[in-house]
T-cell receptor, first 117, second 113 residues
Framework: AQKITQTQPGMFVQEKEAVTLDCTYDTSDQSYGLFWYKQPSSGEMIFLIYQGSYDEQNATEGRYSLNFQKARKSANLVISASQLGDSAMYFC??????????????FGTGTRLLVSP | NAGVTQTPKFRVLKTGQSMTLLCAQDMNHEYMYWYRQDPGMGLRLIHY???????AKGEVPDGYNVSRLKKQNFLLGLESAAPSQTSVYFC????????????FGNGTRLTVT
């Protein structure tokens, strides 16, 4: 079974609008962590945001926020006020179990976001 | 700050040849990882290391070996390359802190013909 599912292969959004990229996960652990990474066409992987399973508030980092719905096992990334530079591939990833730092991540297959002017 | 540096950036091998990919990090991170990225499959963990002198298998370790003789370096070796190992390889590292994100290198594009 897929541990991380990203059902949207591609998404389109107009500049300055908000967009939600979906991520659902599957784990029986009570303690886990969820990450989002951005991969522009240049290829590097850029960390965006992290949510721990015990964090009561949704994580936010600038224009990025994570809509964490534990009961639904979803961790959707919300990008507000999209910019042309947001066009990239976005990956959701999960670490199962408690960790003091070591992150054995499982990645989803990604969603390609295209921002149009 | 260099961060995580991978060499080489590109390589073409013939089937059966061997090579070593080098990863170096200058952030004094405890943990290091090697992933491969294939189209439509996301990133998959090959091997990882939780400290100098220690390594462990990830999800797809067959055909690869690793070594971490120094804390800052993590080497990935292919002893006898196969076309199935054509991929983009990413090295990553992170520190000993809860929620510490992985910092990735820029990747190595390997083609095996």
């Amino acid at each position: 079974a897929q541990k991380i599912t990203q059902t949207q292969p591609g998404m389109f959004v107009q500049e300055k609008e908000a967009v939600t990229l979906d991520c659902t996960y599957d784990t029986s652990d009570q303690s886990y962590g969820l990450f989002w990474y951005k991969q522009p066409s240049s290829g590097e992987m850029i960390f965006l945001i992290y949510q721990g399973s015990y964090d009561e508030q949704n994580a936010t980092e600038g224009r990025y926020s994570l809509n964490f719905q534990k009961a639904r096992k979803s961790a959707n990334l919300v990008i507000s006020a999209s910019q042309l530079g947001d066009s990239a591939m976005y990956f959701c990833a999960m670490r199962e179990g408690r960790s003091t730092g070591f992150q054995k991540l499982v990645f989803g297959t990604g969603t390609r976001l295209l921002v149009s002017p | 700050n260099a961060g995580v540096t991978q060499t080489p950036k590109f390589r073409v091998l013939k089937t059966g040849q061997s090579m070593t990919l080098l990863c170096a990090q200058d952030m004094n991170h405890e943990y290091m990882y090697w992933y491969r990225q294939d189209p439509g499959m996301g990133l998959r963990l090959i091997h990882y290391s939780v400290g100098e002198g220690t390594t462990a298998k990830g999800e797809v370790p067959d055909g690869y070996n690793v070594s971490r003789l120094k804390k800052q370096n993590f080497l990935l070796g292919l002893e006898s390359a196969a076309p199935s190992q054509t991929s983009v390889y990413f090295c990553a590292s992170n520190q000993n802190r809860q929620g510490s994100p992985l910092h990735f290198g820029n990747g190595t594009r390997l083609t095996v013909t």
